[in-house]
């Protein structure tokens, strides 16, 4: 049907806009797990054959600049797109044009990339992706090292949908501070709104420094000026500086949207209201103060001065203590509640066991003498994935199973939910518990096979067979929203008993939103709403 | 079921969305300008190979005061359209615009000068790496405050800007952003840096 196409092709509708987001970046994430599939297929066995060192090069940058510019980033600005809108009674984004213009600059930025593989230039000819790494470290970077077009189209894509993701985040920011509704002043605004808000932040001021550097590494490579250039005098150290300076900001980036899904799922299936909920937004903007500075902790390994050291070292640190108090938090949301476990709950209360164990090795990274032992092992792939898939992407797909009867009025099936839960908890641990120990024994990350006789072998076998599980739980997701949109039990507007405003809508909401705009006297409007005896308000 | 529970006729007024929005874009782009300016403070007296700034810079006091100066023109302008004044505000806008171009003509020749006679380009060494970058990332700013301004003059002739005070107050507000910068690259090209 070409005219429902074009609906979706020309809308400027924040929800139609989240939807778009949010099925192009799972799309994403299926086309770079492949790619993570076949690098573990390659690792599986010492004198792996399946793969030639340079393809491999180019499966873990095209893998990285994925995970982190196409999956993490993207799908949470749909989620925010989704959510902020209906959590603060608001009918649309500020502005709903500069959000479909986000949206295109991150699509085709995506398929910039990847179009790199049959257009790009490289030593090789033709068909050469992006084989730098995805902190693309100069003088790699520089024309002597990196011939043809491949690093180019690494930098245009990522400057692309960088562009669209500072323009959804000047737009989230917008929408918060000037389209609530009546009552809703920012002390009742819903955690996930104020962290939103928060993230937003950090993208306007920590995405610069990347896309500044890139534009430098282009001057460098394309009109000769001298940035990165050794040679003439520039400093190779100064892209590391600039590419952390937005790297670590980006990790809270992506994690606080995490944290954002999971405050508000854990108070529902808890029966009670987030514990030390100004705890939290305080806990929130700090991190994203301390964010900005502790980006060298990635360097350590350049020899820093003894000072800096010290002053990365501890900002490091410090920012375990607003973490801290997060987890604590929720778990003190979930003591004493009504726990329910359904599979949005499932996928948060393994968040919190797995995201406290990522924040212990980065705490343990932190210390500059450890990370010197170990940096560039596979112990750091096995933290940050720590982080990113057992923090991040179990709350990301907590997050699906609870919103998606919103946007669709329909209820995933929770037979195939659970069954995706375990299979995914079987496999991530599998795979990446392994992985620390396989790194702790001195397995270089990045490398595309290893002789056999170091202890690595059955680390990385049991690493490679994990990844069957992850499949088959991602496989269970697909097929449950398949099935789930042509025959799920229909989710009704409130299917989970909740208390933000989005559950005040129809399943899936109208066009505009509120037939009536609402107006609010707590932060959980809803709860006022069921129980007029006894209200929230009457305590604030 | 929409909730809304009477609160009679409370106030609420919430920040204008247009102002915001500019607020955040001037802060990204301010966060752009300071990795280029730290950039050319790191590599201030480390090229190889010369011309130095002290050999080839001269202080440029005219564009300067042009540009400064067009940040009075386009306040004016604002006021005047706010106020209705149709007159004053192509007025103004087109004095803005010709200071403006007058600032991008004294750029241009600058950069002839350096280029032809100082034989100074952006793969000399390190100090034309940063300078000409720098420079000319202000430089395209001025060039898109331009654009912008020229298409609102164009509104004004047609008679097409009545009514639009709030929006060209924010177009105001970028262009006082880009002059703002100019004082620090002035500072760290013309002051510091020679």
């Not at chain 1, 213009?101 to 085709?108: A, D, P, R, S, V």
């Not at chain 1, 100004?278 to 350049?302: D, P, R």
Request: hydrophobic fraction near 50%; glycine fraction near 10%.
């Amino acid at each position: 049907m070409p005219s429902k196409l074009h609906e979706w092709i020309v809308t400027v509708d924040h929800k139609r806009l989240g939807i778009m987001y949010i099925a192009t970046s799972l799309f994403f994430f299926a086309v770079a797990g492949i790619l993570a599939a076949l690098m573990r297929a390659q690792l599986a066995f010492p004198n792996g054959k399946l793969l030639p060192p340079q393809v491999f090069n180019r499966l873990f940058t095209v893998h990285g600049t994925t995970m982190v510019f196409l999956v993490g980033m993207p799908f949470f600005a749909g989620l925010a797109n989704y959510l902020v809108p209906l959590m603060i009674g608001a009918r649309d984004m500020a502005f709903p044009r500069l959000n479909a213009f986000g949206y295109w600059m991150f699509l085709f930025g995506g398929l910039l990339l990847y179009f790199s593989y049959v257009a790009a230039e490289g030593l090789a000819g033709h068909g050469t992706a992006p084989d730098v790494g995805w902190f693309a470290y100069a003088p790699l970077t520089e024309r002597a090292f990196s011939r043809g077009t491949s690093t180019d189209y690494w930098i245009l894509s990522i400057i692309l949908s960088g562009i669209g993701s500072t323009a959804s985040a000047i737009n989230v920011i917008a929408t918060v501070i000037s389209m609530r509704c009546k009552g809703m002043t920012l002390a009742r605004m819903p955690l996930f709104v104020w962290l939103m808000l928060v993230v937003s932040a950090m993208v306007v001021v920590a995405l610069p420094p990347l896309t500044a550097a890139q534009i430098m590494l282009l001057l460098d490579r394309y009109l000769g000026a001298h940035f990165f250039d050794t040679q003439a005098g520039g400093s190779a150290l100064l892209w590391q500086h600039f590419f952390w300076l937005f790297g670590h900001p980006e990790v809270y980036i992506l994690m606080l949207p995490g944290f954002a899904c999971a405050s508000e799922i854990i108070p529902v299936f808890s029966r009670k209201p987030i514990f030390g909920r100004a705890a939290m937004i305080g806990a929130t903007v700090s991190i994203g103060i301390l964010a900005v500075g502790v980006w060298a902790h990635h360097m350590f390994a350049v020899g820093l001065s003894s000072s800096s050291n010290i002053f990365f070292v501890t900002s490091t640190m410090l920012v375990g203590v607003p973490t801290g108090i997060k987890i604590f938090n929720w778990l003190g949301t979930m003591y004493g509640g009504k726990l329910r476990f359904d599979t949005p709950m499932l996928f948060c209360v393994a968040f919190l066991f797995q995201f406290l164990i990522a924040g212990l090795t980065g705490v343990m990274m932190a210390a500059a003498p450890f990370d010197w032992q170990l940096t560039d092992s596979y112990f750091v792939v096995a933290h940050f994935h720590y982080v990113l898939l057992g923090g991040l992407l179990f709350t990301l797909f907590g997050a699906i199973y609870y919103w998606f009867p919103k946007a669709t009025g329909r209820m995933l099936s929770e037979t195939l939910g659970k069954w995706h839960f375990w299979l995914l908890v079987i496999g991530f641990h599998m795979t990446f518990d392994t992985l620390h120990f396989a790194g702790i024994l001195g397995m270089p990350r990045r490398i595309y096979t290893y002789a056999a006789g170091r202890g690595w072998e059955n680390l990385n076998l049991l690493a490679s067979i994990g990844v069957i599980f992850q499949a088959a739980g991602v496989a269970c997701l697909i097929w449950n929203i398949i099935r789930s949109l042509r025959k799920g039990a229909l989710a009704g507007n409130d299917p989970w008993d909740a208390w933000t405003l989005e559950w005040a809508t129809p399943s899936p909401p109208p066009e505009y939103n509120f037939a009536i705009e609402p107006e609010v006297r707590s932060s959980r409007p809803l709860w006022d709403l069921k129980h007029p005896e006894d209200p929230d308000w009457k305590y604030e | 079921m929409t909730p809304t529970i009477a609160m009679g006729t409370t106030e609420w007024t919430l920040p204008d969305r247009g102002r915001v929005g500019v607020v955040c874009l001037i802060a990204t782009e301010f966060a752009l300008f300071t990795i280029f300016v730290v950039a050319y403070v790191f590599y201030i007296g480390k090229s190889l190979t010369g011309p130095t700034p002290s050999q080839v810079l001269e202080l440029p006091v005219w564009p300067t005061v042009c540009l400064l100066s067009s940040s009075i023109t386009v306040g004016l302008a604002a006021r005047a359209l706010e106020n209705g004044r149709m007159p004053g505000f192509k007025v103004w806008t087109g004095l803005t615009i010709l200071l403006g171009l007058e600032f991008l003509r004294q750029t241009a020749l600058e950069w002839r000068h350096l280029i032809a006679d100082c034989h100074l380009t952006i793969t000399t060494n390190l100090f034309g790496t940063t300078f000409y970058s720098l420079v000319g990332l202000h430089a395209s700013h001025v060039i898109l405050g331009l654009t912008l301004l020229s298409l609102t003059l164009g509104l004004g002739l047609r008679g097409s800007m009545h009514g639009q005070a709030r929006r060209f107050e924010l177009l105001a507000w970028y262009w006082h952003f880009v002059d703002a910068v100019w004082v620090a690259v002035f500072t760290v090209v013309y002051v510091v840096g020679r």
